[in-house]
C-alpha cells in the first residue's frame, strides 16, 4: 500500500499569510494526488487534481505542485474562509490513501 | 447539480449488519466509477470501497473485505454499501462519492452516521 504523509499536522497562520503544506508518498504516484479541504461538520470539497490542476469554482490563490513522491498545496494570501483541515490523497493504485490531514488554525 | 444523498446510518451492535445506500442525481451515474469513504469521529478519511461504471470490478480496504460489499442498481441511481460483522472501530461517518480517474473522488454526499456499540 502507498503510504501518505502529509506535514505539518497543525499549522497556525494569519489573514494574508503565505501556507505550504506538503504531502509525501512512499512511492512514486506520477501526478495523481488530488487535495480536499474539509470544514468541521462538512464533506471534504475538492481543491486539486493530478498534482496541480486547479477545480472549477476552486479560488486562484490556491495551487498545487509536484510529481512522483513529494507535492506541495499553497495557499497565497490566507483568507478567513481557508481556515480549514486539508488532505491530500493517492490515486495511482488501489487503495487509495489518505494523507493524515493538515488542519490550518488562526494565529 | 451533482446530488448525494446518503441513508440507512444508525446504531448497531458489534457483529450486526446495516445497509447504506445513496441516491445519485445531477450527472449520468451509469457512467461513473462510485465510492465509499469514511471517516472516524475527530480522525482522519478512510477511503472504503470502489466500484466501477457496470459492477465487474469492485476493490476494497483491506479491513473490511469479507464483511462489506459494494454495489448498485443503474436503473435506480443508487449506490449501496452492504455492512456485516461490524466492529466498534467502523463507528464512522460514511460518504458516498463520484469517482473519475482523472479528478478522483470529485464529489461527496453529506454522510451518514454509522456508530457500533452495544
Known amino acids: 500500500d502507498i503510504q501518505m504523509t502529509q506535514s505539518p499536522s497543525t499549522l497556525s497562520a494569519s489573514v494574508g499569510d503565505r501556507v505550504t503544506i506538503t504531502c509525501r508518498a512512499s512511492q512514486s504516484i506520477s501526478f495523481w494526488l488530488v487535495w480536499y479541504q474539509q470544514k468541521p461538520g462538512k464533506a471534504p470539497n475538492l481543491l486539486i487534481y493530478k498534482a496541480s490542476s486547479l477545480e472549477s469554482g476552486v479560488p486562484s490563490r490556491f495551487s498545487g505542485s509536484g510529481s512522483g513522491t513529494e507535492f506541495t498545496l499553497t495557499i497565497n494570501s490566507l483568507q478567513p474562509d481557508d481556515f480549514a483541515t486539508y488532505y491530500c490523497q493517492q490515486y495511482n493504485s488501489y487503495p487509495l490513501t489518505f494523507g493524515g490531514g493538515t488542519k490550518v488554525e488562526i494565529k | 447539480e451533482v446530488q448525494l444523498v446518503e441513508s440507512g446510518g444508525g446504531l448497531v451492535q458489534p457483529g450486526g449488519s446495516l445497509r447504506l445506500s445513496c441516491a445519485a442525481s445531477?450527472?449520468?451515474?451509469?457512467?461513473?466509477?462510485m465510492s465509499w469513504v469514511r471517516q472516524a469521529p475527530g480522525k482522519g478519511l478512510e477511503w472504503v470501497a470502489n466500484m466501477k461504471e457496470d459492477g465487474s470490478l469492485k476493490y476494497y480496504v483491506d479491513s473490511v473485505k469479507g464483511r462489506f460489499t459494494i454495489s448498485r442498481d443503474n436503473a435506480k441511481n443508487s449506490l449501496y454499501l452492504e455492512m456485516n460483522s461490524l466492529r466498534a472501530e467502523d463507528t464512522a461517518v460514511y460518504y458516498c462519492?463520484?469517482?473519475?480517474?482523472?479528478?478522483?473522488?470529485?464529489?461527496w454526499g453529506q454522510g451518514t452516521l454509522v456508530t457500533v456499540s452495544s
Open positions: 462519492a463520484k469517482y473519475s480517474g482523472s479528478y478522483g473522488i470529485e464529489s
Open positions: 445531477g450527472f449520468t451515474f451509469s457512467t461513473y466509477w
